[in-house]
Each structure stands twice: as structure tokens, then as C-alpha cells.
């Protein structure tokens, strides 16, 4: 697992936070520098919804959804995302492809427990599912 740090107090961070625990700063990923980096504080409202720090800046979750619905997918989408879901937003790529990772683990289990066997060609004996 690779570590970060905080740009404000030097702080140990991981890839999972969204906040510096020791001076509160906002972080977020950045793809263009495989870093985390600082985020601006929150909006006047005190709202600044999920973001993601992606190239070409941040994209607010909240947006993402909005665009989604009212624009559908890109016409492209099917050529680089497991589904039309997962191009609303960086997140819902991960959980989809995750998903249909799940779905196809449990369809292998699922097989196992009936007895279904896989032959591999050039192999002399079956593997089991």
C-alpha cells in the first residue's frame, strides 16, 4: 500500500482519505500526478459534494449524476465502460466493474457447487470450476 502525505503538515496519509487528520485539509487524488493533493475549502454554502480530482480538474459527484440523466452516456461509452452506468463517473466505473467482477465469482461458485467441471484443451485432466 503506498502512502501519501499531507502538502500543509507533512501528516502520513493514505489513499482513502479525504481529509488530512491532523490540519483538516481537504484532499483529494489527482490523476495527473498520482498524488494526493490539496482541495480549495468548502463552498460558502458549506456543501462541496464528492469530488474526485480527475485531468481537466475536479468532478463534483452531485454534477456527474445531474449530466448523466439529463445528457445519457457518451455515444462512445460502450467502447471503454463495462456499462452506460459507469460512464456518469469515476466511482460508478469502479463499482460497476466491480460488480460484474462479483457476479461472475459467483456464477464460477455457483457452478463449483453443482459439480460443474472446466476441461482445459491440452491438459490431460478437468479443473474444477
Keep these: 500500500m503506498r502512502l501519501f ?15 488530512c487528520m491532523n490540519c483538516q485539509q481537504r484532499v483529494g487524488y489527482s490523476v495527473e500526478t498520482a498524488d494526493l493533493v490539496a482541495l480549495p475549502p468548502e463552498d460558502a454554502e458549506g456543501d ?3 469530488e474526485l480530482v480527475l485531468p481537466g480538474g475536479r468532478q463534483r459527484y452531485d454534477e456527474a449524476v445531474q449530466r ?3 445528457q445519457g452516456p457518451p455515444q462512445n461509452g460502450a467502447e471503454s465502460y ?3 452506468y459507469a460512464t ?7 463499482a460497476e466493474t466491480w460488480a ?6 459467483d456464477t464460477l461458485e455457483t ?7 472446466v476441461r482445459v484443451p491440452g491438459k490431460g485432466a478437468a479443473a474444477h470450476v
Design 48 to 50: 462541496a459534494g464528492i
Design 82 to 84: 463495462i456499462s452506460a
Design 68 to 70: 448523466h440523466y439529463e
Design 5 to 19: 502525505s499531507c502538502g500543509k503538515c507533512d501528516q502520513v496519509l493514505f489513499f482513502e482519505n479525504s481529509t
Design 88 to 94: 456518469m463517473h469515476p466511482w460508478e466505473d469502479w
Design 111 to 117: 457452478a463449483k457447487s453443482h459439480g460443474l467441471t
Design 100 to 105: 460484474h467482477y462479483l457476479h461472475m465469482v
